[in-house]
């Protein structure tokens, strides 16, 4: 009787580690994000005529933004509690990820009914790190192309974009929602472990 005890005892413990050896051994633990516009644009946003309508991987082509380096970009138009709201999430990206020179985080202001003044008025409540958080204003002509033309957004459109070292488009995300902000940080530290793979 005690051998079966003991027997059945050796299994148990037995049994947990040759599954997580071999677990360790074989399995792999990999997450992909998406690369959005891999065939081209396609019908997406009939509306929007200026958008590039090839069958190529879309690529964000704009002398705003820099390539070899992963950016997370936001447009603003507008002051008010929705606006105090994302700076707060946004706030959490910067936190996370400000010491990284591969990531930089941009806010793009429609200047025709906000500039930085009415942004960083929200210094009491929300730290701007200039080195890693840029704001910059442009027209609304500038600001609308960027970001229809060159975002792939929509007029009701108003997530964050994670683009790529390389310019492509790897998520949309709605940062009034915490589980968006959570979302992009994962996304974010995703991409930044296939980069370091890839180098």
Not at 45 to 68: A, F, H, W
Not at 108 to 132: E, H, K, P, W
Request: proline content about 3%; aromatic content about 12%.
């Amino acid at each position: 009787m005690k051998n079966k005890k003991g027997i059945y005892l050796f299994l148990l413990i037995l049994l947990p580690a040759l599954i997580f050896l071999f677990l360790k051994g074989f399995g792999e633990n990999k997450f992909q994000i998406p690369i959005y516009y891999s065939n081209g644009i396609g019908d997406t946003l009939r509306q929007v005529t200026c958008l590039e309508r090839n069958t190529d991987q879309y690529i964000v082509k704009s002398p705003e933004l820099e390539m070899g380096i992963t950016k997370v970009v936001h447009f603003e138009r507008m002051d008010g509690p929705v606006l105090k709201t994302r700076l707060e999430e946004l706030e959490k990206v910067q936190d996370v990820f400000y010491n990284n020179p591969d990531i930089q985080m941009m806010s793009y202001l429609n200047q025709a009914s906000i500039q930085t003044d009415a942004i960083t008025g929200y210094n009491q409540r929300v730290t701007f790190m200039d080195q890693f958080w840029h704001f910059k204003e442009l027209d609304s002509t500038s600001w609308s192309n960027l970001k229809y033309c060159g975002m792939v957004m929509s007029d009701l459109d108003n997530r964050v974009v994670l683009v790529d070292a390389k310019n492509r488009i790897r998520g949309y995300y709605n940062i009034m929602e915490r589980e968006e902000t959570d979302r992009l940080i994962l996304e974010l530290r995703i991409l930044q472990t296939i980069d370091l793979e890839n180098e």
